[in-house]
Structure formats: structure tokens, C-alpha cells
């Protein structure tokens, strides 16, 4: 409406008279309109300048914010997707790596029990054939003792049958034709 009344004024005074005189009728004053609108645009460049634009800015700084927060969310949901898939394939190596430890240690516990078999038999077989030894030598020296005894008991008997004492020549000759006989019969 500013701009029409200067327009009307220049091409036609009177209109122009009528036209301001009209306005003025109503109670509207063109120099109050012109502060009016001059102090909206200073009160709104204001409040843009100093409102407006730092509130527009903290939104687009939430909204990156926000954005980068749910990219951060996606991310580590594909990490935790991803570890969680490392961790099943570590499971499955570990399970291979047990299942062939275990086996490994029940083929050395089968070889040391064989070993081990094998050494207490040859152990038994050694005493058996110790035995053995020690029993034979036992039963030569009986043997020796036997005759001993025997040859002694010969000669005491004889002794008493001849009723004479024998000389100690003729007693070691009486003892090692009785130990000959009895070794000559054994064998």
C-alpha cells in the first residue's frame, strides 16, 4: 500500500489527496506503518541473527550428532556381528585343537601303558629267571650239604659196624667214595 499512494499522488494529485485523506480516515498513518515495518525487519533480523540462526545451528549440530550416533550404532552392530563370528570360529578351532590334544594324549597313555606292560614283563621274566637261578643254586647246595651229611653219617655208621675207630686217612677216604657214589647217582 506504500508503494501505491506515491503512485496515485504523481499521476493524479487530487486522487492522491482523496487516497491519503481515506487512509487517514480509517486511523492509518503512513509514516507509522513505515517504522512499524522497518522495526519488524530490524526485530527480525535480530532475531534471526542472534535467535534463530544459533537455534537452527544447535538442531543441524543434534541432527548430525544423531546421525553420526546411529551410524556409530550400525557400526558396532556389524562389529559385534563380526565378533561374534570370530568368537564361533575360535570355539571351532579350539574344539578341533582339544578333540586332537585329547587324542594325542590317549595314544601316549596307550603307548606308555604298552611300554610299561612290556617293561614289567621283561621285570617278571629277569626275577623268574633269578629265581630260577637262585633256586638251583639253593638246591646244589642242598645237595652238597646232603651229601655231606650223608657221607658223615656213613662213615659214623660204618665206624659203629666195625666197631673200631677210624683213622683220619681212611675217613676221607670213606667220605669221598660215599660223596662220588651219591653225585654219581644224582646226575
Not at 145 to 162: F, N
Given at each position: 500500500?506504500?508503494?501505491?499512494?506515491?503512485?496515485?499522488?504523481?499521476?493524479?494529485?487530487?486522487?492522491?489527496?482523496?487516497?491519503?485523506?481515506?487512509?487517514?480516515?480509517?486511523?492509518?498513518?503512513?509514516?507509522?506503518?513505515?517504522?512499524?515495518?522497518?522495526?519488524?525487519?530490524?526485530?527480525?533480523?535480530?532475531?534471526?541473527?542472534?535467535?534463530?540462526?544459533?537455534?537452527?545451528?544447535?538442531?543441524?549440530?543434534?541432527?548430525?550428532?544423531i546421525a553420526?550416533?546411529?551410524?556409530?550404532?550400525?557400526?558396532?552392530?556389524?562389529?559385534?556381528?563380526?565378533?561374534?563370528?570370530?568368537?564361533k570360529r575360535?570355539?571351532?578351532?579350539?574344539?578341533?585343537?582339544?578333540?586332537?590334544?585329547?587324542?594325542?594324549?590317549?595314544?601316549?597313555?596307550?603307548?606308555?601303558?604298552?611300554?610299561?606292560?612290556?617293561?614289567?614283563?621283561?621285570?617278571?621274566?629277569?626275577?623268574?629267571?633269578?629265581?630260577?637261578?637262585?633256586?638251583?643254586?639253593?638246591?646244589?647246595?642242598?645237595?652238597?650239604?646232603?651229601?655231606?651229611?650223608?657221607?658223615?653219617?656213613?662213615?659214623?655208621?660204618?665206624?659203629?659196624?666195625?666197631?673200631?675207630?677210624?683213622?683220619?686217612?681212611?675217613?676221607?677216604?670213606?667220605?669221598?667214595?660215599?660223596?662220588?657214589?651219591?653225585?654219581?647217582?644224582?646226575?
Amino acid at each position: 500500500m506504500i508503494d501505491v499512494f506515491p503512485i496515485l499522488a504523481a499521476t493524479d494529485p487530487q486522487a492522491a489527496a482523496e487516497s491519503v485523506g481515506l487512509a487517514e480516515k480509517f486511523g492509518i498513518h503512513v509514516g507509522h506503518i513505515v517504522m512499524q515495518l522497518i522495526s519488524f525487519a530490524i526485530l527480525a533480523f535480530v532475531l534471526y541473527r542472534f535467535a534463530f540462526k544459533p537455534v537452527f545451528a544447535t538442531l543441524d549440530e543434534r541432527n548430525a550428532k544423531i546421525a553420526d550416533g546411529l551410524k556409530y550404532a550400525e557400526d558396532m552392530k556389524q562389529q559385534l556381528a563380526d565378533a561374534q563370528e570370530e568368537k564361533k570360529r575360535v570355539l571351532q578351532e579350539a574344539s578341533v585343537e582339544a578333540k586332537k590334544l585329547i587324542e594325542e594324549a590317549r595314544q601316549a597313555a596307550e603307548s606308555r601303558i604298552e611300554k610299561a606292560s612290556q617293561e614289567a614283563i621283561q621285570q617278571a621274566e629277569g626275577i623268574l629267571t633269578k629265581a630260577e637261578q637262585q633256586i638251583e643254586l639253593d638246591r646244589q647246595k642242598m645237595l652238597s650239604d646232603a651229601r655231606s651229611e650223608i657221607a658223615r653219617l656213613v662213615v659214623a655208621t660204618t665206624s659203629k659196624v666195625l666197631s673200631r675207630d677210624l683213622s683220619s686217612d681212611e675217613r676221607n677216604r670213606f667220605l669221598e667214595s660215599a660223596s662220588s657214589d651219591l653225585a654219581s647217582s644224582q646226575n
